[in-house]
């Protein structure tokens, strides 16, 4: 079984290349990985728990560093041993190339060998989890390496920035409680009332009744008043910073 790809990372290819070989990132990157130990240079002994069909086991793993040609790539042979499932056995040549300053491209192409009960699932079913199984690999790793999330490229000019400040944009600010709130709080108080100087009479359930009906209409009416409010955000621009940002674009 052979498959090849490529993955775009927007990092220098000396911090790939280093993310490689560092094992805390590769456990992160593998599926179902349990454990990854560094034992020398070129080996690390791994531990996953992998499903391929409708067969899931836990492998025992070595994995060996060969063809190291730094920061250009390596080839990466991994070893593992399922028990009565099977085994697995897997060499990726995995390249790198540098794309600018910030930016490098991962190629790698994956030669695989799978013996035992696995073996004897198909090459359609074994294909479809080992192409799944690699992409989750790399797309992990080039989301780890690559940039925080937080990160936010600068806006480009005459363009309106992603997020202005709530003075410049001209956000309506909280107002602390509503109305809607201070109602609320009176007929609670109302409610508490009525069901503390409720008759200890036949009339006792008439007096809880209401006082449970209007808890009811309470509550009804706060949360349909939140969900309005919440559903329908107003944002304001202030318009002399709309008018400078409109003659911008113009420009």
């Not at 490529?6 to 179902?32: H, N």
Request: a positive charge; hydrophobic letters at 45%.
């Amino acid at each position: 079984m052979q498959m090849t790809g490529q993955q775009r990372i927007a990092a220098p290819t000396q911090r790939v290349w280093e993310a490689l070989y560092d094992p805390d990132i590769l456990k992160r990157c593998v599926p179902g990985c349990q454990s990854m130990v560094k034992e020398s240079a070129e080996r690390m002994r791994a531990v996953a728990e992998i499903k391929i069909g409708p067969i899931g086991a836990r492998f025992n793993g070595m994995v060996t560093l060969s063809d190291i040609d730094p920061p250009r790539g390596y080839t990466m042979t991994i070893e593992g041993q399922g028990g009565t499932v099977g085994f697995v056995k897997s060499s990726t040549r995995v390249r790198l190339a540098s794309e600018g300053a910030e930016g490098t491209l991962l190629s790698y192409e994956v030669d695989a060998q799978i013996g035992g009960r696995l073996a004897q699932l198909g090459g359609p079913i074994i294909d479809a989890t080992a192409k799944q199984l690699a992409g989750r690999f790399f797309q992990e790793f080039g989301s780890i390496v690559g940039p925080p999330p937080a990160a936010v490229a600068a806006p480009a000019q005459g363009a309106l920035p992603a997020s202005l400040p709530s003075a410049a944009t001209g956000t309506v600010p909280s107002r602390g409680p509503s109305w809607v709130w201070m109602l609320a709080l009176s007929f609670s108080a109302l409610v508490g009332y009525l069901v503390g100087h409720a008759p200890r009479g036949g009339g006792e359930s008439d007096w809880m009744g209401l006082s449970i009906g209007l808890l009811v209409m309470i509550v009804a009416a706060t949360g349909f008043e939140f969900g309005r409010r919440s559903a329908a955000p107003v944002v304001m621009l202030d318009p002399k910073l709309l008018a400078r940002l409109v003659e911008e674009a113009r420009r």
